[in-house]
């Protein structure tokens, strides 16, 4: 669950995790739907993944992070991106790098088959800018950023306060908040 804790003015909001972190947007779209207010979030400062690679079925494949290799790794991780300038935070939701991120390059991308296939059943794909490498106990770590934005879905709840849509409420809406985004760009 996140909240806003502050509010810099009607263009940005602060979003707070259960563990007190917190995580500055930008505010790019607000709409009503279902007598609830719903905003399209952008995290003020560019989104981290780290990625592990890992052996599978004789070949090597990157993968997600734990979220306790994450404290592990994270002044590694750090000293790493600050050679590029680039300073790693721990934010809700993700981790976010504040600094000018290098020029996307083709060669210095991938690109990650997810789990989950679109509306013509092919495989829903990511693509990452890889920002550096480093080594934590003998493994080696991928510092990526998503090449495309990273946007978040709140809603502000009857106390004020913004609530991250679930992927489940996501779904469930999914259609609705469709016709309303495509209805804001029209006018």
């Known amino acids: 669950m996140a909240d806003e804790t502050q509010s810099f003015d009607d263009s940005a909001v602060v979003l707070t995790d259960d563990t007190g972190r917190f995580l500055p947007c930008q505010v790019e779209q607000r709409f ?39 404290d592990q790794l994270f002044p590694t991780a750090k000293a790493v991106l600050a050679e590029q300038n680039l300073l790693l935070q721990r934010t809700a939701i993700t981790l976010t790098a504040a600094g000018e991120l290098p020029d996307v ?19 829903i794909t990511e693509e990452f800018q890889i920002l550096a490498t480093c080594f934590h106990d003998d493994q080696e770590y991928t510092l990526c950023t998503p090449v495309e934005p990273l946007l978040i879905f709140a809603y502000r709840t009857a106390a004020g306060t913004l609530d991250i849509v679930t992927p489940e409420e996501f779904q469930a809406i999914r259609g609705s908040l469709e016709e309303k985004l495509f209805d804001l760009d029209d006018e």
């Open 105 to 123: 390059d083709e060669e210095n991308c991938l690109t990650l088959e997810l789990d989950e296939v679109d509306d013509t059943g092919e495989p």
């Open 32 to 70: 009503d739907l279902n007598g609830r207010e719903y905003l399209l979030l952008l995290p003020l400062d560019a989104p981290i993944e780290i990625f592990v690679w890992q052996e599978e079925d004789d070949e090597e494949v990157l993968m997600d992070i734990e979220e306790e290799d994450v």
